[in-house]
């Protein structure tokens, strides 16, 4: 957390001034050497009160910078909505490059458990350094874009994944919440009874320089509010189509991101939500997978 230092500064004064008496503090103690010498010292236990006023809430870290994404309403049941710029040129670039030397083929969940090199699957994935501070700043931004959706203390946002998609690879038609809730590998370990399930996704796109038409993300089942919407944003840019085999499909843009909701309100995984990486011709896809995790369990 920043301290600001005139805050500390009027603080160690006022504390000063209470120990040793205001006549000693203001003439035998130049302020510059109290300023110089005192700043250093852990004074926190004085600062506590002051500071406690400026404590970050829980889903906003200061050091991040500011978000400047847009939001546009796709869905609203299952709740789809389109992110404009969610992450910037230079986050793009670093995530990217945080998870090149990770990459290895992405794993499938089938029937519970994880097995790598399905067809239905062709991608490369990494999952991104949980103490980074550029993932956790992005982490921090997706769990306040969710506002209440989590439980402080409870539910979790999960690690952060990089999916990459080079020529001709995809993923067929899946959804991201389990059929059957999981347990960490942390809680197997120590044996804590709680299940997750992924409540949401984000999708953000880092890269893309597919071929136009495609490397989209096609939700088969889900439909626009209105009758005779262009999938054009109010900034002017064409973000989906109707694909011939119903539904909308996304076109991959940089930055953007799509956000949509997995469960439903009872817990159980809502099958519209299904969707696919399609085929990837020409060039590389890549992206970041961000799955909200929500906890059932005694444990819990
Ligand atoms: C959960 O809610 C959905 C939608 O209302 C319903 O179709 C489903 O049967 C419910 N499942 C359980 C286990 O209650
Ligand atoms: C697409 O981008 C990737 C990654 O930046 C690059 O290696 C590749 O050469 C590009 N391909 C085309 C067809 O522009």
Redesign the pocket.
Known sequence: MARPLHLITISVTVALSAYLGPLLLSHFIPSQFIQHHLTNVDLSFLLAPVLSIFRTPLTTDQRCPEHTYTTHLISLDPLLIYISNFVSQSESQSLIELSSPLMEPSPIVSRGSDSAGSQARTSWSAPLPEDSGLVNCILSRSSSFLGTLLSPGRDEMGPAQVVRYTDSQKFDLHTDWFSRPRITDEDRETGRRRLYNRVATFFVVL?S?VTEGSGETWFPKVKPITPHPTGTTAEGGRVWREHENGGLAFKPIPRNAIFWVNLMPNGTGDARTVHAGLSVK???KTGMNIWPRVFFGPDA
């Open positions: 890269q320089n020409g060039g590389v």
